[in-house]
């Protein structure tokens, strides 16, 4: 394989991911997968792939505009509700994301990080989840924001609250969660027997641990390789 594709959103988890990957030094292909996607969202991930490509000679810049395809496929389906729309969107870009790996023998790097993948699950099977490779996902958020500062990721994404980009309606993932990323982690660490200073007090703390392990158990079907059917020997 010579290299990477990367789908970029705006957010710092992309940024991160796909500033890793031009500094392999390798092809890199950075890309822009707009559906109804916010125009401030848009425009600070297209700054980033400007800016990689400036300072990288491998990392080529891609557009597919998915807008039409979600609208033709929103129509072919039956009713969807809002949840299986998101999730569509989701898997829409992966499926662009590989097609355009296959045409640059290049490998599909994730973009999400330890909370994410391993903590709450807060991923699309088979959309955001599908990759082959996640540079980022043993890192809690907190050191992916440190990782972006070192590797000069600009202040726009730096300072922008996190979101998935699937719902067109501005929601921000701490809306979505019910959560910080700061009370998840903290959460997390304390599940893991790793208590930490600095997190959610009093009742507030217990709904954040509850909230955490609910999470954890409804989305652990995306954490462990898919069930298997498995048949007996005497059968066969």
């Not at 990392?59 to 389906?77: K, N, R, S």
């Not at 039956?78 to 969107?89: G, S, V």
């Not at 958020?141 to 730096?158: M, Q, T």
């Not at 954040?208 to 498995?230: E, F, G, Q, S, W």
Request: glycine content about 12%; hydrophobic content about 45%; aromatic content about 6%.
């Amino acid at each position: 394989m010579r290299g990477f594709v990367v789908g970029v959103s705006g957010g710092i988890d992309s940024a991160v991911t796909s500033a890793l990957c031009a500094a392999t030094g390798l092809e890199v292909a950075v890309c822009d997968l707009p559906i109804r996607q916010a125009a401030a969202e848009r425009d600070r991930g297209r700054a980033h792939m400007a800016s990689l490509a400036a300072k990288w000679p491998g990392v080529q810049e891609v557009t597919v505009d998915l807008g039409g395809v979600f609208d033709a496929l929103v129509e072919a389906l039956p009713a969807t509700d809002e949840l299986a729309q998101a999730n569509a969107r989701a898997r829409l870009r992966m499926t662009a994301l590989y097609a355009v790996a296959a045409g640059r023998q290049a490998l599909v790097a994730g973009t999400g990080n330890k909370v994410e993948d391993f903590g709450v699950g807060f991923y699309t099977k088979y959309g955001d989840g599908g990759v082959d490779l996640s540079p980022i996902a043993d890192l809690l958020k907190s050191e992916v924001y440190a990782l972006g500062a070192h590797l000069g990721v600009s202040a726009d994404i730096l300072s922008a609250p996190p979101t998935d980009g699937l719902w067109g309606d501005g929601r921000t993932d701490e809306d979505a969660l019910g959560a910080t990323y700061d009370e998840l982690e903290w959460a997390m660490e304390r599940e893991a027997g790793r208590p930490r200073q600095g997190g959610p007090v009093g009742m507030r703390g217990e709904e954040v641990r509850a909230l955490y392990r609910r999470l954890h158990a409804a989305n652990r079907h995306k954490m462990v390789p898919i069930p298997v059917c498995i048949l007996p020997d005497s059968l066969r």
